[in-house]
């Protein structure tokens, strides 16, 4: 079975500060990678996703995350926050090729951006 | 286009009631995925399906069902219900390669329904 560990459960930044969110998954085979992010009182949505390529992935609103398959993992950054990015973020996983697409989530990371 | 969309957005009911969350996927989709998020924690896969069938289930017990229609919309229902069933259900869905079973993983979710067991 996978599994999915994102370390910091709260982290507190004020703006234009860096940011990285750790992620680390245990699976034995090749896998697809996803940052999804939860804005208050919106639902969840896509960041951004690694499924194969260069590992350094750009997704939207300036977030990139890099994949390190030595390490199994798959880290969030981005140089600069802003009060917006306050949100909760998930890592998730799934094993490629899937015929099922079953994600795994890690419990979430809560963001608070000060401004 | 329209996203995935949920029913009901809020509900609240009492123990050993059962409770039916209806779900449409976004247009083109034809996978839906269910699942279950407790407070603080990430979401947790109940089921999948696609043409009509149940294809994968996680860790939940029978209590938890569902169903898909021919439109691919679908329902998931909780027959007696538990306080700690109380959750916020989200319902995400997805596509299948043309030509294949495999499923792009890419999942796109839905607002949710929160359901209050008292």
């Known amino acids: 079975a996978q599994s999915v560990s994102q370390h910091n459960h709260h982290v507190i930044l004020s703006e234009a500060a860096s940011l990285e969110l750790g992620c680390n998954y245990s699976?034995?085979?090749?896998?697809?990678l996803f940052w999804y992010v939860q804005y208050p009182g919106q639902h969840l949505q896509l960041l951004l996703k690694y499924f194969s390529g260069d590992p350094l992935v750009k997704g939207i609103k300036g977030f990139e995350a890099e994949f390190i398959k030595s390490k199994f993992s798959f880290n969030l950054r981005k140089p600069s926050v802003q009060w917006s990015d306050t949100a909760e973020y998930f890592c998730?996983?799934?094993?490629?090729?899937?015929?099922?697409?079953?994600?795994?989530f890690g419990r979430g990371t809560q963001l608070t951006v000060w401004p | 286009d329209a996203g995935v969309t949920q029913s009901p957005t809020h509900l609240i009911k009492t123990r050993g009631q059962q409770v039916t969350l209806r779900c449409s996927p976004k247009?083109?989709?034809?996978?839906v995925s269910w699942y279950q998020q407790a407070l603080g924690q990430g979401p947790q896969f109940i089921f999948q399906y696609y043409e009509e069938e149940e294809r994968q289930r996680g860790n939940f017990p029978d209590r938890f069902s569902g169903h898909q229609f021919p439109n691919y919309s679908s329902e998931l229902n909780v027959n007696a219900l538990l306080l700690g069933d109380s959750a916020l259900y989200l319902c995400?869905?997805?596509?299948?390669?043309?030509?294949?079973?495999?499923?792009?993983?890419?999942?796109?979710f839905g607002e949710g329904s929160r359901l209050t067991v008292l």
């Open positions: 995400a869905s997805s596509f299948r390669l043309a030509g294949t079973l495999a499923n792009t993983g890419e999942l796109f």
């Open positions: 699976y034995g085979g090749t896998v697809n």
């Open positions: 998730a996983v799934n094993a490629k090729g899937s015929t099922l697409g079953r994600l795994y």
């Open positions: 247009s083109g989709h034809d996978t």
